[in-house]
């Protein structure tokens, strides 16, 4: 648990280009066992065969649809430790505090409907307008090597993060229906010291 907070409090800040969206689009069908993003031991991983028989453009949205589901798990998770340790001062909604808002998915129910409605808005116009995407004044000159070995580092971490909010999910909503079920009364057991 703590690798995998690390790692992700590593990999939140990234914010690089992939390669792969700036490929140019072919009609031949390609492979893509050698793209950024296969690493030993698992090597190329494509259970249900979506890179077979597609073009450069194709496997270049699917790159990008997963850096920016990496992205968004990595910030899920960061949103879900840290009201376990941090409640923000004052009120989420008139008469409603921060404080009184459950963590995890007991939280749910404790949102006003009119907070779900900003919320689902905001998440649509980001990804409908493309805000918050490539910012080309903020990324780093670097070499060729150590802007591929970043760019792989970010994919890694986006992965590891999509795996850590759907187990913290999981965790949290077994917990959620039967308190207690492992023993634990808090969410985050491995760092007991944030407590």
Known sequence: MKLAIAALLAGSAAAFTSSASKASSS?????????????????????????????????????????????VAQLAVIGYIVPEIYK?????APGLKFADIPNGVAAIDT??????????????????????????????DLEPEVLEKRQLQELQHGRLAMLAILELLRHDSQNFVSPGFDGYDKLITGLPFLY
């Open 27 to 71: 009609a031949l069908k390609m492979s893509y066992e050698n793209e950024l993003g296969t690493i030993s031991p698992t090597g190329f991983f494509d259970p249900l065969g979506l890179s077979k028989n597609i073009d450069a453009e194709t496997f270049a949205q699917y790159r990008t649809a997963e850096l920016k589901h990496g992205r």
């Open 111 to 140: 949102v006003p409907t009119l907070g779900w409605a900003q919320i689902f808005f905001l998440i649509g116009a980001v990804d409908y307008y493309g805000i918050l995407g490539s910012f080309p004044a903020g990324q780093p």
């Open 88 to 92: 923000f001062p004052g009120e989420i």
